[in-house]
């Protein structure tokens, strides 16, 4: 059975901390997703990762960083949390194809940020 | 340049009676297209896609969706809803490797 893994369902933070939010995927999968949900706005692409060691900004890096540094792995860093950045992190991977693949998606982490 | 449209943020059925989510799409390309299922609390669910085969999708649990290109639209059916269909449904469109575009979501109701 397919499976993505993230490091923490729930997690709190203070403003300032730095956090890191694991994804582990066991599917071989080239391309792994990071995403931001919140009410009314849908899921929202932070950045995503097509191979070891590359990486791409989504639509709202800002305040973000991330590393890949084994194909199954990969983190989401927030370098100092902010009260804006509590949400629904939820983290995807799917094969490289030109189009069309189903993305897998872990549980998610609900980070909230004091 | 993509974007998606679920037209209804909030659905609700009786128990037995039929679903429908409704979702309208922009694609600059010949689109795939998917719809997720995320219970509370949880990660998002393939409910099924739509890749440019039969324009008639079926997907888990009873549901399926119908690809019209001429409206532009992947609308998402069951015949009839159970309480265990309570949830938030997600219509995507992806024209490209890494692009995937998420609607809004729709949460879906069942009264008993």
């Known amino acids: 059975d397919v499976k993505v893994t993230q490091s923490s369902r729930y997690l709190v933070k203070r403003t300032g901390e730095k956090v890191f939010l694991e994804c582990v995927q066991d599917?071989?999968?080239?391309?792994m997703f990071w995403y931001r949900q919140d009410p009314g706005l849908g899921l929202r692409l932070i950045y995503f990762s097509y191979d070891v060691k590359m990486k791409e900004k989504g639509d709202i890096p800002e305040g973000y960083s991330v590393s890949r540094e084994k194909k199954e792995r990969f983190s989401l860093i927030l370098e100092s949390a902010s009260t804006n950045q509590t949400s629904m992190y939820l983290c995807a991977s799917s094969l490289w194809t030109s189009g069309g693949a189903e993305q897998f998606f872990g549980p998610g982490t609900r980070l909230t940020v004091l | 340049a993509q974007s998606v449209t679920q037209l209804d943020s909030h659905v609700s059925v009786s128990e037995g009676t039929p679903v429908l989510l409704r979702c309208n799409y922009s694609?600059?390309?010949?689109?795939?297209l998917f719809w997720y299922v995320q219970h509370p609390n949880k990660g998002l669910q393939l409910l099924l896609k739509?890749?440019?085969?039969?324009?008639l999708v079926k997907g888990i649990n009873g549901f399926e969706a119908e690809f019209k290109k001429s409206e532009t639209s992947f609308h998402l059916t069951k015949p009839s809803a159970h309480m265990s269909d309570a949830a938030e449904y997600f219509c995507?469109?992806?024209?490209?490797?890494?692009?995937?575009?998420f609607g809004t979501g729709t949460r879906l109701k069942v009264l008993a």
């Open positions: 739509y890749t440019s085969a039969a324009t």
């Open positions: 995507v469109v992806s024209d490209a490797a890494y692009k995937y575009i």
């Open positions: 694609s600059s390309y010949s689109p795939s």
């Open positions: 599917m071989d999968h080239e391309n």
